[in-house]
T-cell receptor
Framework: DAGITQSPRHKVTETGTPVTLRCHQT?????MYWYRQDPGHGLRLIHY???????DKGEVSDGYSVSRSKTEDFLLTLESATSSQTSVYFC??????????FGDGTRLSIL | GQQLNQSPQSMFIQEGEDVSMNCTSS?????WLWYKQDPGEGPVLLIA?????ELTSNGRLTAQFGITRKDSFLNISASIPSDVGIYFC????????????FGQGTELSVKP
């Protein structure tokens, strides 16, 4: 167990509502990442953080924002959810240039 | 953008058989990783490869980092039912925040 907790594990919401997913780590890793997983696409990076208040975009960042106010927590926000954002979201943690370790995911359905 | 082509997409094998899957890319990676994902869980790291040409084993698993740094393969010997799951290759890029590029996955089914 890599000490990563994602919450909630499942969520169903409606189009247009805001949604926030939380990732909490107990490993004191500097880097934290948010990915989404869709059939046929593997995992794709949304945003990542390289320190408190330091974040950058990944390859599928449109419609998402992130925040990291302390080392252990990394939040992913969908300001106005759309059906195309229905997916399984994974948080990962890592040290520079080292393999990442993943949480167990949040299954998000947007109706 | 960078892409990894992973094959095959799915495999149906008999218990005891050996399995081979591979990933290719048009880009060079610093590190190749292989992960396994069970239903309802996140990917779990199986093997990490850091040098071109490196061959690494982890129990019944063997993986190699291609000499061109653009490909990798994973072999599983003497498969057992608990090998069932989705296997992902991933390339790690050092100068982009440690970004991982994932293959599409190989879904493995093992018949007892």
């Amino acid at each position: 167990d890599a000490g990563i907790t994602q919450s909630p594990r499942h969520k169903v919401t409606e189009t247009g509502t805001p949604v926030t997913l939380r990732c909490h780590q107990t490993e004191n890793h500097r880097y934290m990442y948010w990915y989404r997983q869709d059939p046929g696409h593997g995992l794709r990076l949304i945003h990542y953080s390289y320190g408190v208040k330091d974040t950058d975009k990944g390859e599928v960042s449109d419609g998402y924002s992130v925040s990291r106010s302390k080392t252990e927590d990394f939040l992913l926000t969908l300001e106005s959810a759309t059906s195309s954002q229905t997916s399984v979201y994974f948080c990962a943690i890592g040290q520079p240039n080292q393999p990442q370790h993943f949480g167990d995911g949040t299954r998000l359905s947007i109706l | 953008g960078q892409q990894l082509n992973q094959s095959p997409q799915s495999m149906f094998i008999q218990e005891g058989e050996d399995v081979s899957m591979n990933c290719t890319s048009s880009s060079i990676f610093n590190t190749w990783l292989w992960y396994k994902q069970d239903p309802g869980e996140g990917p779990v790291l199986l093997i990490a490869l850091y040098k071109a040409g490196e061959l690494t084993s982890n129990g019944r698993l063997t993986a190699q980092f291609g000499i061109t740094r653009k490909d990798s393969f994973l072999n599983i010997s003497a498969s057992i039912p608990s090998d069932v799951g989705i296997y992902f290759c991933a390339g790690l890029i050092y100068n982009q925040g440690g970004k991982l590029i994932f293959g599409q996955g190989t879904e493995l089914s093992v018949k007892p």
